[in-house]
């Protein structure tokens, strides 16, 4: 199983940046997909969720209306448009899977990537 994710980086407050992340080794159609971060110092908050089959997809509060995840099950790939960055959005960004749903405040995952990271900066 390998979850890769891609493009992290440097952007001013108020930009913007779509991230990655390819899956193999398992049927990602199956799983809830979802976006965790990071912060220096913090622990891991996921922050939205998407559905295999019907792509319902849910968010922290805190990134509602700013960031939108997608998928595309032909290409096992799950992506985090992220529009109109924080500094406090600065953090490292995992993918992860789950082949059943857990709530925000108890997530569970059966895989994660190794993370992009995402600075937030002027």
């Known amino acids: 199983v390998q979850l890769v994710e891609s493009g992290g980086g440097l952007v001013q407050p108020g930009g913007s940046l779509r991230l990655s992340c390819a899956a193999s080794?398992?049927?990602?159609?199956?799983?809830?997909m979802s976006w965790v971060r990071q912060a220096p110092g913090k622990g891991p908050e996921r922050i939205s969720v998407i559905k295999g089959g019907d792509g319902d997809a849910r968010y922290l509060d805190s990134v509602k209306g700013r960031f939108t995840i997608s998928r595309d099950n032909a290409e096992c790939t799950v992506y985090l448009q992220m529009n109109n960055l924080k500094p406090e959005d600065t953090a490292m960004y995992y993918c992860?899977?789950?082949?059943?749903?857990?709530?925000?405040?108890?997530?569970?995952?059966?895989?994660w990537g190794q993370g992009t990271q995402v600075t937030v900066s002027s």
């Open positions: 992860a899977a789950s082949e059943r749903y857990s709530d925000f405040a108890d997530p569970n995952y059966d895989y």
């Open positions: 080794g398992f049927c990602f159609t199956n799983y809830y």
